[in-house]
């Protein structure tokens, strides 16, 4: 049986769970089981916490036995990428500076998830503070992916990803700051959707670049995505930059196939630093989509190419701020020393890895007095001429389609000692984020000589997810799933 | 040259805690006093994922005083981040705002030497407080960090270098602290730190265009400490300049135990503070609605008032300061004038015992106007049996002790204690024959010209009345008798 429950998708799960065909109780096992089994080889987990869902799942079970369950999430494992903040559950975000952090509160989304029902089973695998595209920067190991361990998962959300090609859980979430649930949801065959910033609260988010920051969920289905974001999206007063705009409802028309939807393709995107082999799965799916009825628009987003540039300065100017908390002062890591400032420096440089540093000594620089027109300033220009660029498209398609990333995913160690190509990984999903903008990861298929899974990446209107989401599942009913990944059995 | 030589240029840059009940980004009650740390959570602490969440107290408090010190308000100010290292900053920055505050302009006036003068102000804008390193509790010598204050909302009022000279600056200080208090945004304590100022200090040849290097001023926690600091810090660049010596620009601590200045940091040592826009909060819309809803709602102003008690009520300046020094006193006073009545003669006695007794006995009771027993309208009924001469000074005050202390009304006291005065013609007639009987000495010493004596009449009578003689009716009869 357990075998089986791992093949359910979640909304299978959910049916079965409400039919009350299986249990949380046994479906937890079979996550934990198969969480210890596989994860010595993936390393998607920082952390189980398989007592706590064990009770999460019997009450789960109490209440379907009740006919009370509280939502389609409830008694379904899920799992969190470790920049949550679990209250008495420790969260690290991937560093060595947060080692044993016990907070004393929920993350805005854990909250959701628990009141929907949900079991936790644990803490998901990460780059540190999130800054990485690859998921080697872990304080704690690297994670590796489930279509060939050799390889990366993609970053940061690498584990939450990994989870879901392992089949270790039935949904995920992650953060996507520059492409950071797309790229490892590409990487790793499985459906990733970073919301419009702002509708999902990042209160209990550990934040890297605020402005960019957005959780979101990742399913190994367009629907398991759907079900996810609606438990997680929606206003929360301690997130001001949370919008008010009502929730849509995600599943009611993600059956509506692609018929009459105007794709937007943008010139920039096919037009070169593209791997040829991702470029024929990209160009197949938007060859799919005309036959489904939709039509393609060449558009343009001529100031996309600022984009990585923009980011790099934006990303760590905020992070650098960000980061300056981690001071040994009263939570976390501190280093002993015989002052404030030795313990400032020591504390500092033990704890956060070369990227987290990297990244720190950046945005000081960006932000210096003399230097803060030329690049925060002007970065934050760019990034108004992004979002106009997709304004403009908007006026004419309903989606904007094009790659995820311009690889497969890339073996461990391929980019590490250089962070510029690793930095590049990043070059279509940036944008989405330079421009507050919902943008999705959906499977399209495996590259032709590699055998790995390409994305495909959708970006939409500001607060359009269902147009998204929708554009998805027609991609994904056509053509049918993945085969399983074979890099763990 | 010596200092009389030399112009001083002043600048403030005020920081008051604004009087909101919990803090600027969450819930934490604001009061002062508590054991260190009682009043914290994650968001004041700064705990990883935390964000800021507006309280909209400050803003209205913010909005408030702009208008109040004439200063226009952006209808979109933003928020901004000053970074820098130190342990009572849980962030490692500061939310405050830098490029577009919420309020700009304005100006406070004061008057000096008889003088008036405009202070021009820079800026109002809007923070955090931090909190405080605390040295020398724990017994391993280490130092701790009390966050109670962290995140108490701070609004910083920057004036222009208008101050030419620590009087205007002690002025300017105590006018912009009676106008923060009079609204109601803040509670004017400079000791517990509620209420702080920097100064910025220059000098420069007298008459010369050019303002010399400024250094700030910080830590003056009173008027006397603010007198101290800028006297000692003109003392001290004149000193320089004279011997053919530079100002350097740097930041300066008042020693208060020493009353002097010490240099804290220099220009190379200063921070970076790497300013940029706040990405967890949205820029501050302010509704034009909502600005003139919060004009409608001032009060009349300190000065207002007190201008308006010499113009109207011609009572001298110095009264009519007194009345204004705190709002509560100067609405207390209005309604008393209202029952006793605003000509000149009543406003003065009101004004009189206001100043005099009243604020005598609020002094000792400690109790502010809300929680004095007597009444406005008992005052008002006091001052009408005085100004009916029913009771005279002496009973008039023992009247007042009373009612302040238990509530009840005068008369009724003036009644019971039997303090009305004697004004009957033939009771002090009486009183006035049996003293002149008994004085044949002093008589003849006056009549020979000793008018001094007269006071002692008075007094001999007075007692033979047991104090009650209507003075005015008692002098007459006595000159009467002795110069008849």
Redesign the interface.
């Known amino acids: 049986m357990s075998a089986s429950i791992l093949e359910l998708d979640l909304r299978a799960l959910s049916g079965a769970l409400a039919a009350r065909e299986v249990s949380s109780r046994e479906a937890t096992a079979a996550a934990l089981e198969r969480i210890r089994a596989t994860d010595g080889q993936v390393g998607a987990f920082l952390r189980v916490t398989a007592e706590q869902a064990r009770a999460a799942a019997a009450a789960a079970d109490e209440r379907a036995a009740r006919g009370a369950r509280l939502s389609p999430l409830d008694g379904v494992p899920l799992a969190v990428k470790d920049i949550f ?1 679990t209250e008495g559950v420790e ?1 690290t ?1 991937g560093s060595r500076i ?1 080692e044993g ?1 016990l ?3 929920d ?1 805005a989304v854990v909250e959701r998830l628990r009141a929907a029902g949900a079991v936790l089973l644990g803490k998901l695998n990460m780059d540190e503070f999130a800054m990485g595209s690859s998921n080697e920067n872990s304080a704690y190991g690297p994670c590796r992916n489930p279509w060939d361990l050799a390889r990366t998962p993609g970053g940061s959300s690498g584990g939450s990803a990994a989870a879901l090609a392992a089949r270790q859980a039935w949904g995920t979430l992650g953060t996507d700051t520059g492409g950071s649930i797309r790229e490892p949801a590409a990487f790793c065959g499985v459906v990733g959707l970073k919301p419009t910033y702002g509708r999902v609260s ?6 890297f ?3 960019l920051d957005q959780p979101g969920p990742l399913a190994r289905t367009v629907a398991d995505t759907a079900l996810l974001l609606q438990a997680v999206a929606g206003h929360d ?5 949370s919008s008010a705009r009502p929730v849509d409802d995600y599943l009611a028309g993600l059956e509506g196939g692609a018929r009459g939807l105007r794709i937007g393709v943008p010139r920039e995107w096919l037009a070169g630093g593209l791997d040829a082999g991702v470029e024929v799965r990209v160009r197949e799916a938007l060859r799919r989509y005309e036959r489904m009825g939709a039509t393609l628009v060449e558009v343009s987003l001529p100031h996309s190419r600022y984009g990585i540039a923009a980011y790099y300065l934006i990303a760590p ?2 992070a ?2 960000n ?3 981690y ?1 040994g ?3 976390g890591l501190r280093a002993p020393a015989r002052g ?1 400032r030795e313990m ?1 420096q020591q504390t500092r440089a033990r704890g956060f890895g070369a990227e987290p540093k990297r990244r720190i000594m950046l945005g ?1 620089y960006a ?3 003399g230097y ?1 027109d030329a690049y ?1 300033l002007r970065a934050q220009k760019v990034r108004t001429l992004v979002r106009r660029d997709f304004d403009e498209a908007f006026t004419r398609c309903d989606v904007v389609a094009g790659p995820v990333a311009p690889t497969v995913a890339f073996r461990l160690g391929e980019k590490v000692e250089d962070p510029l190509q690793m930095y590049l990984a990043d070059v279509f999903t940036i944008t989405a984020n330079l421009a507050a903008l919902p943008g999705l990861s959906v499977p399209c298929g495996l590259h032709p000589e590699q055998g790995l899974p390409v994305g495909l990446q959708l970006v939409g209107r500001p607060f359009d997810e269902a147009t998204l989401l929708r554009a998805a599942r027609a991609l994904e009913r056509e053509q049918g799933p993945l085969p399983p990944p074979p890099g763990v059995a | 040259m010596a200092v009389s030589d030399h112009d001083v240029v002043l600048g403030l840059e005020v920081h008051a805690q604004l009087l909101t009940r919990s803090k600027i980004f969450c819930g934490c009650s604001t009061a002062f006093g508590a054991e260190p740390n009682a009043h914290v959570c994650p968001v004041c602490l700064g705990l990883p994922g935390v964000l800021p969440s507006l309280n909209r107290r400050v803003v209205e408090m913010a909005v408030r005083t702009g208008l109040a010190l004439g200063c226009s308000v952006r209808p979109r100010s933003v928020w901004a981040r000053k970074n820098y290292f130190y342990p009572d900053l849980p962030k490692g920055y500061q939310i405050s705002q830098y490029e577009l505050p919420i309020c700009e302009g304005g100006g406070l006036d004061i008057t000096v030497g008889g003088a008036e003068k405009r202070v021009r102000l820079t800026r109002i804008h809007m923070e955090e407080d931090a909190g405080k390193n605390v040295h020398g509790l724990a017994a391993d010598g280490s130092s701790g960090v009390d966050l109670n204050r962290a995140g108490v909302p701070l609004l910083e009022i920057v004036s222009e270098p208008d101050l030419r000279s620590v009087d205007e600056a002690v002025e300017y200080l105590k006018e912009l602290r009676r106008l923060l208090v009079w609204l109601g945004v803040n509670d004017g304590n400079l000791e517990e730190g509620s209420f702080r100022c920097d100064a910025n200090v220059s000098v420069k040849p007298r008459g010369a265009e050019k303002l010399g290097q400024r250094c700030e001023i910080k830590n003056m926690n009173s008027f006397r400490f603010l007198r101290q600091a800028v006297d000692y810090e003109v003392r001290r660049q004149v000193e320089i300049v004279e011997a053919g010596g530079r100002v350097e620009q740097e930041t300066r601590l008042f020693d208060p135990d020493r009353g002097e200045t010490r240099a804290m940091r220099s220009k190379e040592d200063a921070h970076d503070y790497r300013y940029f826009p706040e990405p967890d909060l949205p820029p501050v819309r302010v509704e034009e609605a909502f600005v003139e809803e919060q004009r409608r709602a001032l009060p009349e102003l300190p000065q207002a008032r007190e201008r308006r008690y010499v113009r109207e009520l011609s009572l001298p300046a110095a009264d009519a300061a007194l009345l204004t020094a705190e709002r509560q006193v100067a609405d207390y006073f209005e309604e008393v004038l209202a029952r006793h009545g605003r000509t000149p003669e009543a406003a003065k006695r009101a004004a009189n015992w206001m100043n005099g007794e009243v604020a005598r006995l609020a002094n000792e009771s400690g109790l502010a106007p809300p929680s004095w027993k007597l009444r406005p309208e008992g005052l008002a009924e006091l001052l009408g049996l005085v100004a009916a001469g029913t009771v005279g000074g002496p009973g008039a005050k023992q009247a007042l002790e009373e009612a302040f202390r238990t509530g009840a009304a005068p008369a009724a006291v003036v009644q019971e204690k039997g303090l009305a005065q004697v004004s009957d013609q033939g009771a002090i007639e009486a009183a006035v024959d049996a003293v002149l009987a008994r004085s044949p000495g002093e008589v003849e010493r006056y009549r020979a010209g000793n008018k001094k004596l007269m006071g002692f009449f008075v007094g001999q009578v007075m007692k033979e009345m047991k104090g009650k003689g209507n003075p005015a009716v008692v002098n007459a009869l006595l000159q009467k008798r002795l110069e008849g």
């Open positions: 903040l969260t975000a947060l952090y907070p004393p509160y993350a990042r209160y209990g988010v550990i934040a670049a605020s402005s007063e301690r997130d001001m930059t100017a905020e650098s701020s980061l300056a908390r001071d002062v009263r939570f404030l400032y000081t932000l210096s007095a803060y925060y």
